[in-house]
């Protein structure tokens, strides 16, 4: 019903007053006592009568909009603004209202009617920066639905974020795991796991999604959050501003384990902070492998490779650096990273990072990969041909210099200036003498391992 999303967004913004317009459904009216009990609940039955007396936290509209003729709700919306901070409308989501009212910042859909959410001149002009959080899911059903509810109970503004989940799995989700996203946003995508062409695709296909959000966080379907998440990202790529006029974050985060059925957050002390390339033979495709650098420090460190499990950045790096959907796993973050660095970008590893991530351990997670031979063997495409072709396109973007348009090179710098500055040899495909290390600490990541690490 949508009364829960209703609950939900007035539970996050904890109204002082409310400012209700009648509804004959005996349901709603209820929701005045089980919510905002507190708060200054003001009925009005008659709107061209009522007038205002102050202003009030939300605005509510207990009516379906249907019950109005367009002027009317038109006139609905003008009186409410003009003293409500936020308004929350019930609409039926194939009605012609929809195209003649406002643009809404929010949208909850639940069966054939939507909750619109509107917020006022005055709260949009101070209004909070935006996080639009990519997940790109692969058969993880329970864990992408929990990895979304403790994202939204662990930031301090839930309601600045908006969750692209792109969902690659047997069923669609139903409306109540979906609805577990409120009072931020969600844009749900359900594909079929046996069309789905790799990760990188996956994560190609939520940033069609992003729209003018001002951050982004690009996370696994199956982590954790420190609670203020949302504000420490946005605090520490405020701060590194100083360093760079385009810095960005990523980690290997922590892990977590489950104990007795329930989350334990393991801060184990080999959590990368920082990557340097390491290499114990040629390479294959330039995947080139990298070894941790440990927690336990206290300045930043500049790094040379993401790790695609977490990132955090300003949403004008994606709009920059387009994740290619030709890819498909190995090198994905070499190439990112590489390209980023051509745009200009800086990336930044920085201690207490606030992301835990399941890893693939058979004692807490089952989760199959996209390349797991009982999912692929379902598929006229083998995963090997996509990772064939995506080695040949790695390739030739970093030796052969390829120009892959929009997937392509930036021109700020060279990849010749971030060869250098790492130790990369791409002629001879490997890294040069003096840098990296081949011992890898435990829990690090390698892509010269295999797909099956995360």
């Known amino acids: 019903m949508p009364l829960e999303v209703i609950r939900k967004l007035l539970v996050a913004r904890k ?44 605005g509510l509209v207990g009516r379906v909009l249907e019950q109005f003729t367009v002027s009317d709700a038109l006139f609905l919306m003008h009186r ?58 692969y058969r993880d059903d329970q864990e992408l639905w929990a990895t979304v509810a403790d994202a939204v109970a662990k930031a301090e503004h839930p309601e600045r974020l908006r969750f692209a989940v792109v969902d690659q799995t047997a069923y669609p989700a139903r409306e109540d795991k979906v609805s577990l996203a409120a009072p931020a946003q969600i844009e749900y995508l359900f594909v079929d796991y046996k069309f789905s062409r790799g990760p990188c695709w996956a994560r190609a296909v939520g940033f069609t999604l992003l729209y003018n959000e001002d951050y982004v966080l690009q996370v696994d379907s199956h982590s954790r959050f420190d609670p203020g998440w949302d504000t420490w990202f946005i605090r520490t790529i405020e701060r590194l501003k100083s360093k760079s006029s385009k810095p960005y974050l990523s980690m290997m985060p922590y892990g977590f384990t489950y104990e007795n059925n329930k989350v334990k957050l393991d801060r184990w002390g080999s959590a990368t902070v920082g990557q340097k390339p390491t290499q114990d033979g040629p390479m294959s495709a330039v995947a080139i492998g990298y070894t941790g650098v440990v927690d336990g420090h206290t300045e930043d460190v500049a790094g040379s490779r993401i790790s695609a499990g977490c990132v955090f950045a300003p949403a ?7 994740i290619d959907p030709a890819l498909y796993f190995y ?86 200036d971030y060869a250098d500055k790492f130790g990369i040899d791409y002629p001879n495909m490997r890294v040069r003498d003096g840098f990296g290390q081949k011992k890898q600490p435990e829990n690090s990541e390698n892509e010269q391992h295999g797909p099956d690490n995360s």
């Open 331 to 416: 090198g994905e973050e070499h190439n990112f990273s590489a390209r980023a660095f051509t745009h200009g970008w800086d990336l930044f590893f920085v201690a207490g990072q606030p992301v835990f991530h399941l890893f693939n351990d058979t004692k807490c997670s089952v989760r199959a990969p996209h390349w797991n031979e009982g999912d692929d063997k379902q598929r006229a495409k083998r995963w090997w041909t996509y990772d064939e072709q995506s080695n040949k396109r790695l390739k030739s973007l970093l030796v052969g210099g390829a120009n892959l348009g929009a997937y392509g090179l930036g021109t700020a710098r060279t990849l010749a």
């Open 316 to 322: 004008d790096l994606f709009r920059q650096v387009l």
């Open 15 to 58: 109204p002082k007053s409310v400012l209700e317009i009648k509804d004959a459904d005996p349901d709603w009216s209820p929701l005045r006592h089980c919510v905002a009990h507190d708060a200054e609940w003001t009925m009005a039955d008659d709107l061209a009568a009522w007038k205002p007396q102050s202003k009030y936290d939300v």
């Open 80 to 137: 409410l603004s003009e003293c409500c901070n936020t308004v929350i409308l019930r609409v039926k989501r194939n009605s012609e209202l929809v195209a003649a009212l406002p643009t809404p910042q929010g949208v909850y859909a639940e069966d054939d009617i939507g909750v619109y959410v509107y917020t006022s001149a005055t709260e949009k002009a101070a209004s909070l920066p935006t996080v639009f959080v990519n997940i790109a899911s």
